[in-house]
C-alpha cells in the first residue's frame, strides 16, 4: 500500500468504522463469523493453520467456536469429546498491549488446549520474551501472531461464496493490513532522533488517538528498558487520562521512586504503600520524606525549593507545583486503594529529542541506584 495515505484508507474502509465502538470484540466476532458458518470455514481454517503453523483435522461437523469462553477471546473446541477440550485458543489485542500475567492466567485456565494463538497488532512490546516463554515442561506455548498474518492468511478466498461475503472479507482486509502498516510507522518514527511529540489532528479524527499513544509508549519503554540494562528496577507502560503513560519504578526500602513521563509531563514521585490518612497526614508524610529519606535528599528528587529533573536542556522553566507560588504548594498527590503517589513534575521542551530523554532517565536511575547501595 505504497504511496496511499493509510489513515484515508482506514476512514473510507465501512468495516473500520464499525469496528471503532469495540475494537477488539470486533476482531473477534469477525473470527466467529467465519468460523461458525459453512461457507466460510474453509476460510477460517485456512488461516488458523497459517497462526498454528502446521495442517489441521478440523471439518465444519466436528468442531464449535466459542466467543468470550472463561474471558478467552476466541475458543476451537472438539464436538465429539465429552468434557470438551478446546483444540486452541485465541487471544486478541488490537488497542492494548499483551500483559504476561493476562496470558499465564488463561494458559492455566485451559491448560489442555492443544494451540495458543496471541494475535496482537503490537509486534514488538516489554513481555513478548516472557509470553513466548510461558510452557509446561520446556514446551513453549504461546504463538504470537500479526495482523499482517491475519492479513496475508485472508488473500486467497476459497470457491463457495457470495459476491457479498467475498466483498466483506476483501474490506476487512485491507482495513486490518492498513492498520498493521500504520502502527508500523507510528513505532518506526519513535527514533532517539525524533522529537518527543504530540500526536496529529488526523489520528484523532480517525478516533484512533488511544492506540496510538499505546503503540508509541509501549516501544518507547521497549527502548528506555534495553537502553537501561538492569534488573533491580522495573519499566512499565500504560494509559490513563487519554495519554500513555511510560514508567520507571526502583524499589526501595518500603516504598518505591518513581520516574514517570506522560504526555507533556516528566514526573519524580514518591509512592507511599498504604492507606492514605488525609491532607495533615500527607503533609507530615512530605516533610518526612525531605528530611529523612537518604535518596531523595541525596538526589534532590523532590525538594520544598527546587528539585533537580536532570538536564536543563530537556524542559521548560519551572517545576510544577510551584512552590514560590502564593498558595506555597509543595507537591501534588494521587491517592490510590492502597497507596499514596507524591509528585513533582516539569514539562518538556518542544524540541526535546526521545534521545535526550532516555538519556536523562538512565543518568537519573543510575544516580539514584548508586546511592541505594551505599
Keep these: 500500500m505504497e504511496n496511499k495515505d493509510l489513515l484515508v484508507i482506514l476512514k473510507e474502509s465501512p468495516l ?30 485456512q488461516v488458523m493453520e497459517r497462526f498454528v503453523g502446521t495442517a489441521l483435522q478440523w471439518t465444519f461437523d466436528n468442531i464449535s467456536v466459542k466467543r468470550e469462553n472463561k474471558h478467552i477471546d476466541l475458543c476451537v ?8 477440550e478446546p483444540l486452541l485458543i485465541l487471544e486478541n489485542k488490537v488497542k492494548s498491549i499483551p500483559n504476561k500475567e493476562q496470558l ?16 496482537s497488532l503490537a509486534t514488538e512490546f516489554l513481555d513478548k520474551t516472557a509470553i513466548e516463554n510461558i510452557s509446561e515442561n520446556g514446551s513453549k506455548k504461546w ?37 498493521h502498516e500504520l502502527a508500523q510507522q507510528w513505532i518506526g518514527n519513535v527514533r532517539p532522533d525524533n522529537l518527543f511529540k ?25 527502548m528506555l528498558q534495553k537502553q537501561l540494562n538492569r534488573t533491580d528496577v522495573y519499566v512499565k507502560t500504560g494509559y490513563s487520562n487519554k495519554s500513555g503513560i511510560v514508567e520507571v519504578t526502583i524499589p526501595y526500602e ?5 520516574i514517570q513521563v506522560q504526555g507533556n509531563s516528566y514526573r519524580h514521585a514518591y509512592v507511599y504503600v498504604g492507606k492514605d490518612e488525609g491532607q495533615k497526614w500527607r503533609k507530615c508524610l512530605w516533610n518526612r520524606i525531605l528530611k529523612e529519606d537518604k535518596v531523595v535528599r541525596k538526589t534532590n528528587f523532590l525538594s520544598s525549593k ?46 526535546a529529542t526521545i534521545g535526550e530523554l532516555l538519556e536523562n532517565i538512565c543518568n537519573e536511575v543510575e544516580s539514584i541506584c548508586e546511592i541505594i547501595k551505599q
Excluded: M
Design 198 to 222: 504530540e500526536k496529529s489532528n488526523k489520528i484523532e479524527e480517525c478516533r484512533l488517538h488511544d492506540l496510538y499513544d499505546k503503540l508509541r509508549y509501549s516501544q518507547l519503554a521497549l
Design 143 to 179: 504463538k504470537i501472531c500479526s495482523y499482517a498474518d491475519f492479513a496475508e492468511a485472508l488473500k486467497i478466498i476459497p470457491d463457495g461464496l457470495t459476491q457479498y461475503e467475498c466483498d466483506l472479507i476483501n474490506d476487512y482486509r485491507t482495513f486490518i493490513l492498513s492498520l
Design 254 to 258: 518500603d516504598h518505591q521512586l518513581i
Design 104 to 119: 499465564k492466567e488463561y494458559y492455566e485456565k485451559e491448560s489442555k488446549a492443544e494451540n495458543y494463538v496471541l494475535l
Design 16 to 45: 473500520f468504522n464499525l469496528s471503532l465502538s469495540s475494537k477488539e470484540l470486533f476482531h473477534s466476532n469477525f473470527l466467529w463469523w467465519l468460523g461458525s458458518n459453512e461457507r466460510t470455514f474453509p476460510l477460517f481454517k
Design 77 to 84: 473446541k472438539n464436538k465429539n469429546k465429552a468434557d470438551q
Design 306 to 351: 527546587e528539585a533537580d529533573f536532570g538536564s536543563d536542556k530537556l524542559f521548560k522553566d519551572g517545576i510544577y507545583p510551584k512552590t514560590n507560588s502564593p498558595e506555597g504548594k509543595q507537591y501534588n498527590v494521587f491517592v490510590g486503594k492502597n497507596d499514596v503517589f507524591i509528585y513533582q513534575s516539569r514539562q518538556f521542551c518542544p524540541d
